[in-house]
Antibody
Framework: EVQLVESGGGLVRPGGSLRLSCAAS????????MSWVRQGPGNRLEWAAH????????YYVDSVKGRFTISRDNAKNSLFLEMNNVRSEDTAVYFC??????WGQGTLVTVSS | DVVMTQSPLSLPVTLGQPASISCRSS???????????LSWFQQRPGQSPRRLIY???NRDSGVPDRFSGSGSGTDFTLKISRVEAEDVGIYYC?????????FGQGTKLEIK
């Protein structure tokens, strides 16, 4: 059974940093592209970042480009999202997603002073 | 970016009756590989989204056959042949043909 467990969310001040993690199990992690998708106010969904199987192909939505970094450790079956210079509009539940299909339960990030 | 527009945004339905959600994209979703990467997700209250349909009309395993997807180009539809109580939630279309992948605003299905 595919399991994706996010962690690392919390309250962070504008301009601060946070690192999200996603622990994957139940499948061969290195075989799949992975993504971070966030759900903000009004339940709006935004596909924030995407990384291919070996990390050689990465995409970001413009709203996070230059501030967020997606990475993965295939040896540890883990996906990461480094969030820097966060803004209030980054407040959302962040989901780890396996190849556009399975989602984790999400971790809440709140940006507020 | 490709804009995905869903309608209606609110869908009250009587149990046992059909329901239909439209999703229109601002540009064609036909990929250079010939596939159309349009999916539908369901998000029940308090849960993470779950994929129902991929590549326009393919049902994921475990998805009841009362759910069906159709369409082409820029115009797509999700149909539920007979709505059940467990279908309450928000339905999203999403395109994965162009980066960034983009979602529709969501359609909230409720029981009348």
């Amino acid at each position: 059974e595919v399991q994706l467990v996010e962690s690392g969310g919390g309250l962070v001040r504008p301009g601060g940093s946070l690192r999200l993690s996603c622990a994957a199990s139940g499948f061969t992690f290195s075989n799949y592209w992975m993504s971070w998708v966030r759900q903000g106010p009004g339940n709006r969904l935004e596909w924030a970042a995407h990384i291919n199987q070996d990390g050689s192909d990465i995409y970001y939505v413009d709203s996070v480009k230059g501030r967020f970094t997606i990475s993965r450790d295939n040896a540890k079956n883990s996906l990461f999202l480094e969030m820097n210079n966060v803004r209030s509009e980054d407040t959302a539940v962040y989901f780890c997603m396996k190849e556009g299909r399975e989602w984790g339960q999400g971790t809440l990030v709140t940006v507020s002073s | 970016d490709v804009v995905m527009t869903q309608s209606p945004l609110s869908l009250p339905v009587t149990l046992g009756q059909p329901a239909s959600i439209s999703c229109r994209s601002s540009q064609s979703l036909v990929h250079s590989d010939g596939n159309t990467y349009l999916s539908w997700f369901q998000q029940r209250p308090g849960q993470s989204p779950r994929r129902l349909i991929y590549k326009v009309s393919n049902r994921d395993s475990g998805v009841p056959d009362r759910f069906s997807g159709s369409g082409s180009g820029t115009d797509f539809t999700l149909k539920i042949s007979r709505v059940e109580a467990e279908d309450v939630g928000i339905y999203y279309c999403v395109q994965c043909t162009h980066w960034p992948h983009t979602f529709g605003q969501g359609t909230k299905l409720e029981i009348k």
